[in-house]
């Protein structure tokens, strides 16, 4: 990865509701990513009969809102909370 400046890979410092969630930062956008989604699966919060809705609990609705949300809008919620 020489030269390359890949906005995945740059350490982003994560906020307060975020870093309830998955941990504390810095990470990269790359690892919130994933850490949002082990949080989602290990919690059940994706909705049984269309899994590509996500169904906030009380901590992830901190950072996302509470209502359902599209995984496709759900990164853009996220990346609220990346400075």
């Given at each position: 990865?020489?030269?390359k400046n890949n906005a995945l890979?740059?350490?982003v410092t994560l906020s307060a509701a975020l870093e309830n969630v998955i941990g504390k930062g810095p990470m990269t956008r790359a690892q919130v990513t994933s850490k949002v989604w082990e949080y989602i699966k290990a919690n059940n919060l994706q909705k049984p009969s269309d899994k590509r809705t996500?169904?906030?609990d009380a901590k992830l609705g901190g950072v996302i809102g509470n209502d359902e949300i599209s995984m496709f809008k759900m990164t853009a919620a996220v990346s609220k909370?990346?400075?």
């Open positions: 990865m020489a030269g890979q740059k350490p996500i169904v906030p909370h990346l400075t």
